[in-house]
Nanobody, 127 residues
């Protein structure tokens, strides 16, 4: 049983940066992967990045590789998404999510792998 709360979204100009945070509470012992997904209006939810809880291994979608960085701070029970060189096409609601127990192999690209989801935070990039 895990609870996730995202924060840090907002409005930024193209080329700017934002850092999203995901606060984790509850039973964290069985977390396997923490992921970030995004969803634009009228579109499917898409994978952005993932970090394996045990060793910090990371994986990125091609669309954000080199611009976004996912990281975790286990002492603070927090996962971050640092977003640099933002583009208008990055505009979406961003969700953090957790797999709990066994749910397939890292990097867990599928939405259905994740049992727990945050409420989402809006990121808007203006041109």
């Amino acid at each position: 049983q895990v609870q996730l709360v995202e924060s840090g979204g907002g409005l930024v100009q193209a080329g700017g940066s934002l850092r999203l945070s995901c606060a984790i509470s509850g039973r964290t012992f069985s977390i396997y992967t923490m992921g970030w997904f995004r969803q634009a209006p009228g579109k499917e939810r898409e994978f952005v990045a993932a970090v394996k809880w045990s060793d910090g291994s990371t994986y990125y979608a091609d669309s954000v590789k080199g611009r976004f960085t996912i990281s975790r701070d286990n002492a603070k029970n927090t996962v971050y998404l640092q977003m640099n060189s933002l583009k208008p096409e990055d505009t979406a609601v961003y969700f953090c999510a957790a797999t709990w127990g066994y749910a397939g192999w890292f990097p867990n690209l599928r939405v259905n792998d994740y049992q727990y989801w945050g409420q989402g935070t809006q990121v808007t990039v203006s041109s």
